[in-house]
Structures are given as structure tokens and as C-alpha cells.
């Protein structure tokens, strides 16, 4: 598959927690950093995500907000 995002972050499905339309997917990307992706319920229906899947992360944004007080 070829796609044009370059922040592509291979890694394991650590957890996935369905609700009644969203889901979280935790990936596990190292051994101390996991991610949340928040997906649609369909899409992991749709492509059979579960715990201990490889997955890839892609990030495409336009902005990274980093506040603190």
C-alpha cells in the first residue's frame, strides 16, 4: 500500500474498547509509548481489529497544539 503521509508509526494492538458508534485502538509503538486512535466502530468491525493485530498509525496533520501552565 502506498500512501502520501510520512508519520507512519508501525506498532501492536495493545487494546480495543468498541462503544455503541466510536473506538478506541491503543497501539503499543515501543515498549514504553502506546497511542489512542479513535476510530469509527465500523472500521474496526469492517477490518477485524483486535488485541495483538499489527497495525500502522498514520498521522496526517496540519497542526500540533502543546500547551502548559
Do not use: P, Y
Not at 3 to 13: F, H, K, P
Not at 19 to 30: D, E, H, R, T
Amino acid at each position: 500500500m502506498e500512501i502520501s503521509a510520512r508519520n507512519v508509526l508501525e506498532g501492536t494492538v495493545e487494546n480495543v474498547d468498541v462503544g455503541a458508534v466510536m473506538a478506541n485502538v491503543k497501539i503499543k509503538i515501543s515498549s514504553t509509548n502506546i497511542i489512542t486512535a479513535v476510530i469509527t466502530k465500523e472500521s474496526v468491525d469492517k477490518m477485524g481489529i483486535k488485541k495483538g493485530d499489527k497495525v500502522s498509525a498514520i498521522i496526517k496533520s496540519t497542526e500540533v497544539m502543546v500547551a502548559k501552565d
